[in-house]
C-alpha cells in the first residue's frame, strides 16, 4: 500500500514530458508542496463547470430550500482537492507560499535576483 | 478461211493469255519496287520507269520468242502492249488484267484494242484512287481559285463571318467588319476558306488515337485504417525526432515556439483559438432550448434567469451555453421524484 503510493508518488513527481524538447527541461517539481498544488489545480479545472452549476442552484431564493440542501450535499461529495480554495499561489522556482508576486509568479527573492540581473523585462531600481 | 480465222483468233486468245499471265507475274514481282519508285519520284517516273519497263519487257520478249507459235503478230501485239504499259506509270493488279482480257476476248470486235482500252481505264482510275491514298493535300490555292468572286453586301458578309468567327468581340455594340469595307476581297476569301477548312477538318477524318480517353476512375474509397499499432507509433516518434533539427538562430527558434504555441501570432489576434461561427441570434435567444422544461413553478423561473445570464456572456461558445442548459435538464429529470414529493 505505502509502496505503490510512493511509487505513483515518483511517478507523478517524475513529469516526463511526452514530446521530445530538445531545450532543456526541468522534469521535477521543486517540492512534495508544489506538487500538491499543481494536482490541486488539475482537479480545480476539471470540477470547475459543475460546482458552478451547483452553486448556482444552491445561491438561490427561487428554488426550494429541499432543493439546495440537496444540492449542497452534493458539492461536498465532490473531491476536496477540486475546489479552487485550496489553490496557493506559490512562487514558481522555488515553491515559496508567501511573498510571491502575481504577475510574475515568482518570491521577492527570485524576484530581486532577477531584476538586478538585468533579466526581468522593464523592471528597474526606482528611484525618485 | 473463216477456220484460219477462228483458230488464229484461238491462238490470238491463248498467246493474249499467256503474254497477259507473263505480264501479271512480271508486275506481281515488281510492283512492290515499282511502288517505292511511284513514291519517290511522282513527275520523274515516267521516263525512268519506261527506260527499266523497255529492258525488261525486251529480255522478255526475246525469251518467249523462242516458245512463240506464231510470229509477227503476236510481236506486234506483245510491242504494242509494252509500249502501252511504258506509257503508264503504274501496273496494274494482275486480277484486273485478267478480267480485262477476260473481257476484251468475249466481245466480238476487235479484241486487242477493247483490251488495251480496258487496262488505260483501269489506270487511270487506278491513279486517282493513288492520289486519294496519299492524301488529299487540299491545295488551297487551286480551291480558291476555282472558287468565284461574289458580291455581297456588306451586311450579309458581316452576319457571315460572325456566324463562322465566334471570337469576334463586338466593341460599342456594333459590328466591327462594315468599317473594314476598303480591304482586299482575297484576304478575306482566304480568311474565310481557311477558317472554314480549319473547322471542317477538325470535325473530320480518322481519329489518331494518340490520346487515350480519361478515364473516370472511382475515387478509391477511403480503406478503412486500422488504429496504428504502437509500432507506427513508435516509427513515427522517431522520425520526428530525427527530423527535428534544433534551432540554428532565433529565428528558427522563435518560429518553433510559434508553432508549439508558447509565442502568440503577431500581429496579435485577439480572437485567437476562439471560431465561433454562431451568429449573434444563436447567443441571445436561447428559449428555444427551454422547451423541454416546465411552464410553470420555480425551476422556468431559475432557468429563465439561468438564460438571461448566459445571453450576457460573451465568453462561452453556443455549444457551451446548450450544454450549460443541458447539464440542468439532466439535473432536474434525475431529481424529479424528490422534486414530487415536495
Known amino acids: 500500500m505505502a509502496a505503490s503510493a510512493l511509487g505513483w508518488a515518483l511517478r507523478a513527481a517524475r513529469q516526463v514530458l511526452p514530446s521530445p524538447c530538445p531545450r532543456q527541461v526541468r522534469s521535477y517539481y521543486v517540492d512534495w508542496r508544489m506538487l500538491r498544488d499543481v494536482k490541486r489545480r488539475k482537479l480545480a479545472y476539471e470540477y470547475a463547470d459543475e460546482r458552478l452549476r451547483i452553486n448556482a442552484i444552491r445561491k438561490n431564493t427561487i428554488l426550494p430550500k429541499e432543493l439546495q440542501e440537496v444540492a449542497d450535499k452534493e458539492i461536498a461529495d465532490l473531491p476536496r482537492d477540486s ?4 489553490i496557493r499561489n506559490r512562487c514558481v522556482l522555488t515553491s515559496r507560499p508567501r511573498g510571491v508576486k502575481r504577475r510574475w509568479r515568482l ?21 525618485w | 478461211s473463216s477456220v484460219l480465222s477462228t483458230e488464229k483468233d484461238k491462238s490470238d486468245s491463248k498467246d493474249s493469255t499467256t503474254e497477259v499471265a507473263s505480264k501479271s507475274r512480271e508486275s506481281a514481282a515488281e510492283t512492290p519496287k515499282q511502288k517505292l519508285l511511284d513514291i519517290i519520284g511522282n513527275m520523274k517516273v515516267e521516263v525512268s520507269y519506261r527506260k527499266k519497263l523497255q529492258e525488261l ?7 518467249q520468242a523462242a516458245d512463240k507459235l506464231e510470229g509477227p503478230d503476236s510481236e506486234g501485239a506483245m510491242l504494242q502492249r509494252t509500249t502501252e504499259d511504258m506509257q503508264r506509270g503504274k501496273p496494274l493488279n494482275p486480277d484486273l488484267v485478267e478480267a480485262a482480257s477476260a473481257v476484251a476476248s468475249s466481245l466480238p470486235l476487235n479484241k486487242k484494242q477493247t483490251e488495251s482500252e480496258l487496262l488505260a481505264q483501269l489506270r487511270r482510275h487506278e491513279e486517282t484512287t493513288d492520289k486519294q491514298k496519299k492524301g488529299g493535300i487540299i491545295n488551297i490555292r487551286n480551291v480558291i481559285s476555282e472558287m468565284a468572286v461574289k458580291r455581297q453586301s456588306p451586311a450579309q458578309r458581316a452576319v457571315r463571318i460572325s456566324n463562322r468567327i465566334s471570337l469576334e468581340l463586338d466593341e460599342d455594340g456594333q459590328r466591327i467588319k462594315p468599317e473594314r469595307l476598303s480591304q482586299s476581297f482575297d484576304s478575306r476569301r482566304y480568311f474565310r476558306c481557311f477558317f472554314f477548312f480549319v473547322y471542317r477538318s477538325l470535325k473530320v477524318g480518322r481519329r489518331l ?3 487515350t480517353k480519361a478515364s473516370t476512375e472511382t475515387e478509391n474509397a477511403l480503406k478503412k485504417v486500422s488504429s496504428p499499432t504502437i509500432w507506427d507509433l513508435e516509427f513515427a516518434k522517431e522520425i520526428a525526432a530525427i527530423t527535428a533539427q534544433p534551432p540554428r538562430n532565433g529565428f528558427e527558434e522563435m518560429i518553433q515556439w510559434t508553432k508549439e504555441g508558447i509565442l502568440w501570432e503577431f500581429p496579435i489576434d485577439n480572437e485567437a483559438g476562439m471560431e465561433d461561427d454562431a451568429e449573434f441570434h444563436e447567443h441571445i435567444f436561447l428559449e428555444k432550448h427551454l422547451e423541454d422544461f416546465p411552464k410553470q413553478g420555480p425551476i422556468r423561473h431559475f432557468m429563465e434567469l439561468v438564460i438571461c445570464g448566459l445571453s450576457k456572456n460573451p465568453y462561452l461558445s453556443v455549444k457551451q451555453k446548450i450544454e450549460h442548459i443541458e447539464w440542468f435538464q439532466k439535473y432536474f429529470e434525475e431529481k424529479k421524484e424528490f422534486l414530487q414529493e415536495i
Not at chain 1, 518570491?107 to 538586478?116: K, L, P
Not at chain 2, 519487257?57 to 525469251?63: D, H, N, W, Y
Open chain 2, 209 to 211: 488515337n494518340i490520346f
Open chain 1, 83 to 86: 475546489c479552487p480554495v485550496r
Open chain 1, 107 to 127: 518570491s521577492r527573492i527570485v524576484f530581486r535576483h532577477f531584476a538586478d540581473h538585468a533579466q526581468m523585462s522593464g523592471i528597474q531600481r526606482a528611484m
Open chain 2, 57 to 63: 519487257k525486251t529480255r522478255e520478249i526475246k525469251k
